[in-house]
Structure formats: structure tokens, C-alpha cells
């Protein structure tokens, strides 16, 4: 029998997330420029009669399995849409937190195509028509490279950040799950203007999100007074924070001080 094929769904990172007003729809309109991480969840898939997941990992009793469960979604929706009629044995090694603003789940939904696609040889068309069924994340996680977001964060272009490629960047969460529509609800409203240079940039569900819980703030504070920080922002609706570091020393040192409450990942940009 052979190996199961593997994928990394990698962590999600907004560098910068401007809040502009409403779509027609009634999603939010944002302009965002998404980066991605060399570490994050871990799916393998196997040729299976039917489509099912087993969820291992440090967060696995948090996410457990449903119909709700975002990889288990994905197969289904690209099986129909494919009108494939095998299955497949998933496994989901849940390492990043639950509704944490780095995409866990949608990474993991978005990985969960790209193993199927191969698994299954489809045309990948098919998981990019999927994509934007899941959730307005996914089509970025899909692509799982440097873009900026417009719309609803779904419509993409390729950036070039290759000057931050290898970065080291620590992600620290003060362990509280946050619900991105209660993020989203409580924004004031108002439009504090476009997204330029990213760097110079902002995340508008920052207010919020502290608002929801205050410990993002104490986290942010902590990250922007290590030594060798950069820039220190939260990442999406939270509550999951990062900072960027001018080195891997004070990177890894900075990693080591997190109070040991919070959950914290040191690792790299893409």
C-alpha cells in the first residue's frame, strides 16, 4: 500500500487588514494583504470508500469531528462538484489554536482540496470554484501565497514580498477562541481609509477584538517590547497576535519568555 499524501495548511497571517464598509451581500469589504507561515496544521489522505476524518493533535478535542468540521466540508463539496463517487480517509493534525484569525480552518479546508485534487487526479479548476463556498479565507489558504485581498478578502492578487520571505515571526495567542462575526459586529463602522503600503498599515477588528477580550492587548504589548520586534500587530479577528524580529535569536528568545499561559509558535514567513 502506498504512504498517505501529505500537506502543511499553513498559519494564515494578515500583515494588515483595513475594514472599508459593506458588500451588497452583507459581508464586511476589506483590504487585506495575507502572508503565510512555514508552520501550521497537517493533513495526510488515503483512498477510502467514503469520506471521513479522524483529528489528532494538540487541539483536537477543541475542533473534534462534525459536519461542520471545514476539511470534512471541503471533501464533500469537491467530491459533488467533481462528481467523484470515491472516497477518502482523512487525517487532520490539529496543531494551531481553534477560531484563532490564522485560518486554521480554512487552511486545513483549503489543504484538504489540494490533497484531493491529487488523490483523486481532478482538475484543480474544480477546488477553485469549491474555494469560495467555504469561506471567504479559503481561496487565499488555497493559493497559500502572498496576495492581497479585496472583496470580501476573496478576490486576489499576487504581491511581492520576497524582501520579508524568511522572516522569523512569533505568534502568540492568550488562549481565548474568538468568533469572527462577533469580531466583525462590533466594529464602529467607520472607514479609516485605504490600504497602501502594508507596513504603514493597520488591522481595523483590533479595537474590537480587545474589546471581546482585553488579554489581546496585554499580548501585543508584551510582543512590542521584546527586543528585536519589528512590527507587532493581530492577525485577522484574532485573538491570535504576531510580531516580526530583525533576527532567529531574538526571535527564539522571545519565544522562550512568552508567559506560559499563552500559546505561542515560532516560525517563518513563507
Same mark, same amino acid.
Request: glycine residues 8%; charged residues 20%; aromatic residues 4%.
Given at each position: 500500500?502506498? @504512504? $498517505?499524501?501529505? #500537506? %502543511? ?14 458588500l451588497r451581500d452583507g459581508r464586511h469589504a476589506i483590504e487585506t494583504?495575507?502572508? =503565510?507561515?512555514?508552520?501550521?496544521? !497537517?493533513?495526510?489522505a488515503e483512498p477510502a470508500e467514503a469520506i471521513c476524518l479522524k ?5 483536537? @478535542? ?21 462528481? %467523484? ?28 482540496? !489540494? ?11 474544480? @477546488? ?16 497559500? *501565497? ?7 478578502? #476573496? ?7 520576497? #524582501?520579508?520571505?524568511?522572516?522569523? %515571526?512569533? *505568534?502568540?495567542? $492568550? ?12 466594529? #464602529? ?11 504603514e498599515g493597520r488591522n481595523d477588528l483590533q479595537a474590537p477584538a ?31 497576535? =504576531? ?7 531574538? !526571535?527564539?528568545?522571545? @519565544? ?11 516560525? =517563518?514567513?513563507?
Amino acid at each position: 500500500m502506498s @504512504a $498517505p499524501a501529505r #500537506d %502543511v495548511a499553513p498559519a494564515k497571517l494578515n500583515l494588515a487588514l483595513h475594514v472599508r464598509g459593506k458588500l451588497r451581500d452583507g459581508r464586511h469589504a476589506i483590504e487585506t494583504i495575507f502572508a =503565510f507561515c512555514t508552520d501550521g496544521d !497537517r493533513l495526510s489522505a488515503e483512498p477510502a470508500e467514503a469520506i471521513c476524518l479522524k483529528v489528532t493533535g494538540p487541539f483536537a @478535542a477543541e475542533l473534534g469531528v462534525s459536519d461542520s468540521n471545514l476539511a470534512l466540508k471541503a471533501a464533500r463539496a469537491l467530491a459533488a462538484q467533481a462528481n %467523484v463517487s470515491r472516497g477518502a480517509s482523512l487525517t487532520l493534525e490539529k496543531r494551531l489554536p481553534v477560531a484563532s484569525g490564522i485560518g486554521g480552518g480554512s487552511a486545513d479546508a483549503a489543504a484538504t482540496l !489540494r490533497l484531493l485534487t491529487s488523490l483523486w487526479q481532478i482538475d484543480p479548476a474544480h @477546488a477553485q470554484a469549491v474555494a469560495p463556498q467555504l469561506g471567504s479565507d479559503v481561496p487565499a489558504c488555497l493559493l497559500s *501565497l502572498a496576495a492581497r485581498g479585496e472583496g470580501a478578502g #476573496d478576490r486576489l492578487t499576487l504581491v511581492d514580498l520576497s #524582501d520579508v520571505s524568511g522572516t522569523p %515571526v512569533l *505568534l502568540v495567542n $492568550p488562549g481565548v477562541a474568538l468568533s469572527t462575526s462577533e469580531v466583525f459586529a462590533a466594529w #464602529d463602522g467607520v472607514d479609516r481609509g485605504p490600504l497602501g503600503d502594508w507596513r504603514e498599515g493597520r488591522n481595523d477588528l483590533q479595537a474590537p477584538a480587545i474589546a471581546l477580550v482585553p488579554e489581546i492587548e496585554a499580548v501585543l504589548g508584551w510582543l512590542a517590547a521584546q527586543p528585536g520586534a519589528t512590527i507587532t500587530r493581530m492577525s485577522g479577528s484574532g485573538a491570535t497576535c =504576531f510580531a516580526l524580529f530583525d533576527s532567529e535569536k531574538a !526571535r527564539d528568545q522571545a @519565544a522562550r519568555d512568552v508567559p506560559s499561559e499563552w500559546w505561542r509558535l515560532p516560525t =517563518f514567513l513563507r
